[in-house]
């Protein structure tokens, strides 16, 4: 299993060659989009946090902000927005990288970190990315505060690449993100709206930003768009899997922290019961573990992350080819086959 690592970005991935599910993936040189992007990328946490640290005077503030841009995240969005925007850009017979697309990329992970600070508060997390998380070692109102501060700082970033349709489209992708919250009676009947709206809104928007910004067609625009959603809900299928099958250590969090909380995303209809109580009696999480491995659950999750990932493939394969293009489709083969 070779392992990726991004110098100076503190980001290392693996990529698996182990299929899972039904069919294949596309079989080609493989392409490394994280030494692809070394240069694009090597600085982009810097910058996030330049641009979180330079907006405020209050210290605390700025440590509470800066807390999870660590380069210890799986850097997904910046990563995949990157791409996208220089495969588009090939496309286009462009070899530049707009400002406004790097910008665009931290964007979208200053906006998902925000999302995930908000989350730790409500959901009294312990543990994200291996260290405690950011409501342990600060209050809930700080922490809180924090997230609305790097919110506001994106929405600055956002208005300076002076492009109202572009602006119109992250904020979209910005709002399906911060309300993807449901109640308990909806979870599951609307388990894939809510994972759209959780992970793949702002990465299918962002893509098609990206798209917007170097005056790709409309067709070409929801190429981007479509990439990113498929891509998006294949990442968020695997992560609910995960929450089943992965250790504490390989997904840095507590295995049935989500479970413990009353806050179970995978569609399993037999966990309704539960899941209405809040897994409060005695033995509900082993019972919880025990009926989604005996189910077909994690199969058909496996099979629609997989379906998703091939039509990130096929969609992918509509733009020009280019070293770009095909780390494109190591992506979705890189979604799919993730280990953390």
């Known amino acids: 299993?070779?392992?990726?690592?991004?110098?100076?970005?503190?980001?290392?991935?693996?990529?698996?060659?182990?299929?899972?599910?039904?069919?294949?993936?596309?079989?080609?040189?493989?392409?490394?989009?994280?030494?692809?992007?070394?240069?694009?990328?090597?600085?982009?946490?810097?910058?996030?946090?330049?641009?979180?640290?330079?907006?405020?005077?209050?210290?605390?503030?700025?440590?509470i902000a800066s807390y999870y841009f660590d380069g210890q995240g799986k850097a997904l969005r910046p990563m995949v927005a990157v791409l996208m925007a220089r495969a588009v850009n090939l496309h286009l017979n462009r070899n530049d990288l707009l400002a406004e697309?790097?910008?665009?990329?931290?964007?979208?992970?200053?906006?998902?970190?925000?999302?995930?600070?908000?989350?730790?508060?409500?959901?009294?997390?312990?543990?994200?990315?291996?260290?405690?998380s950011v409501n342990v070692v600060w209050n809930h109102k700080k922490v809180t505060m924090a997230g609305d501060y790097i919110l506001a700082v994106a929405a600055m970033m956002i208005a300076r690449l002076r492009n109202d349709d572009v602006t119109l489209v992250l904020s979209?992708?910005?709002?399906?993100?911060?309300?993807?919250?449901?109640?308990?009676?909806?979870?599951?009947?609307?388990?894939?709206?809510?994972?759209?709206?959780?992970?793949?809104?702002?990465?299918?928007?962002?893509?098609?930003?990206?798209?917007?910004?170097?005056?790709?067609?409309?067709a070409l625009c929801e190429v981007a768009f479509q990439y990113g959603r498929n891509v998006g809900l294949a990442f968020q299928l695997v992560d609910d899997l995960l929450d089943f099958v992965s250790s504490s250590d390989a997904m840095g969090k507590p295995t049935a922290a989500?479970?413990?909380?009353?806050?179970?995303?995978?569609?399993?209809?037999?966990?309704?019961?539960?899941?209405?109580?809040?897994?409060?009696?005695?033995?509900?999480?082993?019972?919880?573990?025990?009926?989604?491995?005996k189910s077909q659950g994690l199969e058909q999750t496996r099979f629609l992350a997989k379906k998703h990932c091939l039509e990130a493939t096929r969609l992918a394969s509509s733009i020009s080819d280019s070293p770009y293009q095909k780390a494109l489709i190591v992506v979705a083969d890189l979604v799919i086959n993730r280990m953390k």
């Open 1 to 63: 299993m070779p392992v990726v690592c991004m110098r100076g970005g503190g980001v290392c991935r693996a990529l698996s060659s182990q299929q899972v599910g039904p069919g294949s993936m596309p079989d080609f040189q493989p392409v490394d989009p994280y030494r692809l992007l070394e240069d694009d990328l090597k600085d982009i946490y810097t910058d996030i946090r330049q641009a979180i640290t330079s907006n405020t005077n209050l210290d605390e503030l700025r440590r």
């Open 172 to 218: 979209q992708g910005e709002f399906m993100q911060l309300g993807s919250k449901e109640t308990e009676n909806e979870r599951f009947a609307h388990y894939l709206t809510k994972t759209y709206r959780k992970t793949a809104s702002l990465i299918a928007n962002s893509l098609k930003a990206q798209a917007m910004l170097v005056g790709a067609d409309d």
């Open 258 to 293: 989500d479970l413990k909380l009353g806050l179970a995303t995978a569609p399993y209809p037999e966990l309704n019961p539960m899941i209405m109580r809040r897994f409060q009696e005695k033995g509900d999480v082993e019972k919880a573990f025990e009926l989604v491995h």
């Open 101 to 132: 697309q790097r910008q665009v990329a931290m964007i979208a992970e200053m906006i998902h970190s925000a999302s995930l600070i908000h989350d730790d508060v409500i959901d009294q997390s312990d543990f994200r990315r291996g260290k405690p």
